[in-house]
């Protein structure tokens, strides 16, 4: 390489490094993995010890980690808080074990191998035995004060209790959601028509970020402690300040282990490599540190990490594969995902055949071309990506792949949007998947609720013309239905009562289930509380609009733009035509009776004469409090068929009443107390 290469070479992985760097810590969506994240690094690294002159100013070989957000008061640290070298090799295992022992070569060297928890680092400050601030790792230097939320991991003390607690000291460790914690957001986030999270660890650096401590308790996120510094403390190893901090009821976790040399060390290695499925959260590899203090002490830092430890990371399960063909998927809102399919191999135990490629840029960034042998990774993510291109194994003449220009769907040429990376459909009106798209999410669990009507259903009606827009569902009749594949008389009639009971769906619902764009659940919701009537909110104006604090610019100018646009008035007509609620419940309250005013109530077991979802609704309307489990605080119990025995005991213990399906509805049929 000659220098002006190795000039331009340093430019180029520096601005690689900084862009992947900003993608991962400060917008949360890394494109590329660790490991190939690392292995960026590490040829900067290299090349900048070759060509020290070269190296930048601002070179993220020379910084850890993130900056701190705007959000959280910027706190430093009393100690830098530094990252680890790290190595996915045993040879440079070797050279660092080595390393140390030349460093120090009359000493006996042990090494406390932990393992690499894959999740945030913060630092926990105690006073007087209580926990007073929490912060974020940040830059390194500095970082966010996250208190509030880290007080609600229950695994992290509020108050140590003991004798001989040193006035103020310092507990740094890993915050991390466990995985079972994880499956079950997303499983719930699914059932709700949300994206799933890509992994935990974002997931937990996202949930210790949020404005809202009340949130970050429902994640149930985790802690477990890696070190221990208090001046007033005498101690000489760091088995011993692990050992203080389980005295103290931390949460330390059993897996560590003393080893004397390399082979011990590989052993922990290997083993927890293999075993690492039977933790409860995800690890990245093992931390080997030097186990006497003063021997740390001794070797001291580098600008970025310490001399007397170093991390081995695990390489993320990953296979080889054909790149058989990328197809290009329309969303509702127009955006259009590349999608790459493979030619089927079994990685990390599950068959893959398709990966996600993200966007426009990530195909340029691979360069990929058709029948390439592509690595495929699954790491922490759920969706396998490809991360490589055996650009020598290329087969002779094959295609670059260049992103398409028209929808495939319907050809209309695709835009994007100003400093924004993706694709869109701009033809939202006739794009067939835009509009099956559109009609899917109406009738989506957490929109309409129209749970007799599935994917294949929607595609169906749409296909044979019977449903074009929302509205066209409310005209079904039964021999349109009778008619299609696959429905009977039960199935047919079932599915037009699901249409029919969809008509009792809030107000907030509706008006999320419109799908307009950059409209979610909770905006629409806190639409309607404050609108109250459709009619308000379409003839407000974008200053009305602005007054909502949920309310930004970029929704308030979507909004405007759908009211204003004849089609979706005209929608909003036939809907409003058809019976659906297009007023919040308490906007009418005057004239609804409310014979559940102040009672609180749970549900249980499966109804004849109304769906779980329409009983919701009528209770909330009569003025009842749902409530999910059963307390002294609950006055009913509304025992369904299979109603949970564990509820209908706790009812009686508890002294609540237990009511029938027909109870209810003759309650809920009275006229409200005077
Ligand atoms: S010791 C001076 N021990 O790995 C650095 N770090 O680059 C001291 N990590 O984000 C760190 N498990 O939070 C240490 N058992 C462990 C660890 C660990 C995970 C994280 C750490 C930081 C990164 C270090």
Known sequence: MTRLEAQQEIVRLTALVQRHNELYHQQGRPEISDYEFDQLLAQLVQLEKQFPEFRLPDSPTQMVGEKPTKNFAIVYHRYPMLSLGNTYSEDELRQFVQRIRKLMPEAKVSFFCELKFDGVAISLLYEQGKLRQVVTRGDGEKGDDITQNARTITTIPQQIQGTSIPATFEVRGEAFMPRAHFKMLNKTRIANGEEPLANPRNTAAGTLKMLDARLVAQRLLDFYPYSLTAESLSLSTHAAGIRLLTQWGFNVSPTYRQCNSLEEIMDYINHWEVQKEVLPGDIDGIVIKVNDLSQQKQLGYTAKSPRWAIAY?????????????????????????????LKPILLAGTVVKRASLHNANEIKRLQLHLGDTVLVEKGGDIIPKITGVMATKRPPKSVPISFITHCPACSTPLTQLEGEVVHYCPNEKACPPQRIGRLKHFVHRKAMHIESIGEKTITLLFERGLVHTPADLYTLRYQDIYSLEGFQAVSARNLL??????????????????????????????????????????????????????????????????????????????????????RTASSSAETMPQPLAGKRLVISGTFLGITR????????QCGGQLLSAMSSKVDYLVAGEKVGPSKLTAAQELGANVLSETEIMDLMAKQAPA
């Open 613 to 620: 979802e329409a009983l919701k609704i009528r209770i909330k």
């Open 497 to 582: 009562q699901g249409i029919a009971q969809s008509k009792e769906i809030p107000f907030e619902r509706v008006l999320f289930a419109l799908g307009i764009r950059h409209v979610g659940a909770t905006v629409a919701e806190k639409l309607a509380q404050h609108f109250q009537h459709i009619d308000a909110l379409m003839q407000a104006s974008m200053e009305d609009m602005l007054a909502i604090p949920e309310v930004g610019e970029k929704i308030a100018q979507s909004l405007y733009a759908y009211f204003q646009d004849e089609a979706q008035r005209r929608l909003i007509a036939n809907l409003r035509a058809a019976g659906l609620q297009f």
């Open 313 to 341: 990371k695990y390489k993320p399960e990953n296979v080889y594969t054909t790149l058989e063909q990328v197809s290009y998927q329309v969303g509702r809102t127009g955006t259009v995902t590349p999608v790459a399919h």
